[in-house]
């Protein structure tokens, strides 16, 4: 079981308004991803939790907050975005965490995000 | 992590083999090949990877060249569903920050 699940598949949100993004995974995995990925655009890296501790902020903006509130959630707080902050967000996790080998990367099904 | 270059497009006849190529000239000794496909409005899906060997599993195969700088995903049999996105990328087999950045990749189109 490879399965990584993110809610809502879809979110409408206007620019003062405080919303989150929200990643499951059941498989043991220790470390957990968020990607931005714009349309026609490859993903890019936002943030990267290993063993439950931020280990990769790609100098995200902070209307973007991550949270990881233990080994198997993670959640993308969002906060006053800005309508070119749309996009498809996608969570992953991976097993993670120190030497690690083939330490392949399993995503979701992502959220869409639309910011009016 | 090392960079990678794919042709932007390619198209395939249904039925056929895929062959997608991949630079990846600079890669490290300790740096695994990776693909990962992104069918429209999805999320990317592993397919395969490897360090060194040739490696095949129910999806595909991965050709590796000797000296590494280059490799091949081959679809055998490619279907209308294999249409997507094909992401190359290299990283680290140990890898204690677990990034992994993607290229722009090679849009896949199968024909009928």
């Known amino acids: 079981d490879t399965e990584v699940t993110q809610t809502p598949k879809h979110l409408v949100m206007g620019m003062t308004n405080k919303k989150s993004l929200k990643c499951e995974q059941h498989?043991?995995?220790?470390?957990m991803y968020w990607y931005k990925q714009k349309a026609k655009k490859p993903p890019e890296l936002m943030f990267v939790?290993?063993?439950?501790?931020?280990?990769i902020n790609e100098s995200v903006p902070s209307r973007f907050s991550p949270e990881c509130p233990n080994s198997s959630l993670l959640n993308l707080h969002l906060h006053a975005l800005q309508p070119e902050d749309s996009a498809l967000y996608l969570c992953?996790?991976?097993?993670?965490?120190?030497?690690?080998?083939?330490?392949?990367?399993?995503f979701g099904e992502g959220s869409w995000l639309t910011v009016v | 992590d090392a960079k990678t270059t794919q042709p932007p497009s390619m198209d395939c006849a249904e039925g056929r083999a895929a062959n997608l190529p991949c630079n990846h000239s600079t890669i490290s000794g300790n740096e695994y090949v990776y693909w990962y496909r992104q069918i429209h409005s999805q999320g990317p899906q592993y397919i395969i990877h490897?360090?060194?060997n040739n490696e095949t599993n129910e999806m595909a195969s991965l050709i590796i060249t000797e000296d590494r700088k280059s490799s091949t995903l081959i679809l055998p049999h490619a279907t209308l569903r294999d249409t997507a996105v094909y992401y190359c990328?290299?990283?680290?087999?140990?890898?204690?920050?677990?990034?992994?950045?993607f290229g722009a990749g090679t849009r896949l189109t199968v024909k009928p």
């Open positions: 992953a996790s991976s097993q993670g965490g120190g030497r690690t080998l083939g330490n392949t990367i399993y």
């Open positions: 490897g360090l060194k």
């Open positions: 939790y290993s063993y439950e501790k931020l280990s």
């Open positions: 990328i290299v990283r680290v087999a140990f890898n204690n920050n677990n990034d992994m950045r």
């Open positions: 498989m043991g995995h220790r470390a």
